[in-house]
């Protein structure tokens, strides 16, 4: 069975840092995608980072050059290390593995673990 468990959600002031985990098993963690998402309250679930088929990286542009993904296959492990955050950024962020996930669209993915709130006061 796979699951997908997210931690390290918070609440921070705007410029603040943090970094959520996304710990994966019940698959062969290289096999699968691994992408970020966020959805804030009364919007759609949306793409932040995701690794890409091709072995790219994609970033929405909203994020880029403030988070960072990274992975430790050792530990089934994605990371995605949130840096100068804003009352933007405020959200459920939620992780979500698939097989052949060549974009990062929500319906893309159909493996979802059960989120981290996250929330970036002014």
């Known amino acids: 069975e796979v699951q997908l468990v997210e931690s390290g959600g918070g609440s921070v002031q705007a410029g603040g840092s943090l970094r959520l985990s996304c710990v994966a098993s019940?698959?062969?963690?290289?096999?699968?995608?691994i992408g970020w998402f966020r959805q804030a309250p009364g919007k759609e679930r949306d793409g932040v980072s995701c690794?890409?088929?091709?072995?790219?990286?994609y970033y929405a542009d909203s994020v880029k050059g403030r988070f960072i993904v990274s992975s430790d296959n050792a530990k089934n492990t994605v990371y995605l290390e949130m840096n100068s955050l804003k009352p933007e950024d405020t959200a459920v962020y939620y992780c979500?593995?698939?097989?052949?996930?060549?974009?990062?669209?929500?319906?893309?993915?159909?493996?979802w673990g059960q989120g981290t709130q996250v929330t970036v006061s002014s």
């Open positions: 690794y890409q088929s091709d072995g790219s990286i």
């Open positions: 019940g698959f062969t963690f290289g096999e699968f995608n």
């Open positions: 979500a593995a698939d097989l052949d996930s060549d974009l990062c669209s929500r319906y893309e993915y159909g493996y």
